[in-house]
T-cell receptor, first 110, second 114 residues
Framework: DAKTTQPPSMDCAEGRAANLPCNHS???????VYWYRQIHSQGPQYIIH???NNETNEMASLIITEDRKSSTLILPHATLRDTAVYYC???????????FGAGTTVTVRA | NAGVMQNPRHLVRRRGQEARLRCSPM?????VYWYRQLPEEGLKFMVY????????ESGMPKERFSAEFPKEGPSILRIQQVVRGDSAAYFC????????????FGNGTRLTVT
């Protein structure tokens, strides 16, 4: 019942921006886009979420297309510690479940 | 503000023994969720609890597994008569409320059944 599609892996250079795409073409009006990441041997870490407007916090920016069918997570200056599996998740408002897919394995290289 | 605390980080049990996994949610969070990550697989929802109540246990195996979140103290995930297939990482998450509120996860308990 995957609601999102992400590339299985991507590399990026240390110090450069990392742009992680996510397709969610069947998203409904009452569904948020959430991003989490999981660094090896740790629990998932919340990054950011949004409904339809672009969002920015101290970790990342979330750009959601106008039709809401896709989004991009931007890590502005990737570091080696950003190497992780990144999960894009669609979550219904007032739903308590998060459904994790396979995510994108991001490797930041020096 | 301390995050979600899980203990132990690593737990080794022989087949047939019991495993008890503890989770202390973030301060002010009354909603607790348990997820399981089998080796080389994704995270799967197991159970959702509010204080003293199980709200949804649809992802939890019907036998040998139980969860509680008492009025006082941590949430406990209990696995009786463990088998090798129970070997996994078990993650707890908490949130202050349901809705537009992110879940915050602990660093998990890695259970190994020998």
């Amino acid at each position: 019942d995957a609601k999102t599609t992400q590339p299985p892996s991507m590399d990026c250079a240390e110090g450069r921006a990392a742009n992680l795409p996510c397709n969610h073409s069947t998203i409904s009006g009452n569904e948020y886009v959430y991003w989490y990441r999981q660094i090896h041997s740790q629990g998932p870490q919340y990054i950011i979420h949004g409904l339809k407007n672009n969002e920015t916090n101290e970790m990342a920016s979330l750009i959601i297309t106008e039709d809401r069918k896709s989004s991009t997570l931007i890590l502005p200056h990737a570091t080696l510690r950003d190497t992780a599996v990144y999960y894009c998740i669609v979550r219904v408002v007032n739903d308590y479940k998060l459904s994790f897919g396979a995510g994108t394995t991001v490797t930041v290289r020096a | 503000n301390a995050g979600v605390m899980q203990n132990p980080r690593h737990l080794v049990r022989r087949r047939g023994q019991e495993a008890r996994l503890r989770c202390s949610p973030m301060k002010g969070h009354s909603h607790v969720y348990w997820y399981r990550q089998l080796p080389e697989e994704g995270l799967k929802f197991m159970v959702y609890l509010q204080k003293e109540n199980i709200i949804d246990e649809s992802g939890m195996p019907k036998e040998r597994f139980s969860a509680e979140f008492p009025k006082e103290g941590p949430s406990i995930l209990r696995i009786q008569q463990v088998v090798r297939g129970d070997s996994a990482a078990y993650f707890c998450a908490s949130s202050p409320k349901v809705g537009d509120s992110p879940l915050h996860f602990g660093n998990g308990t890695r259970l190994t059944v020998t």
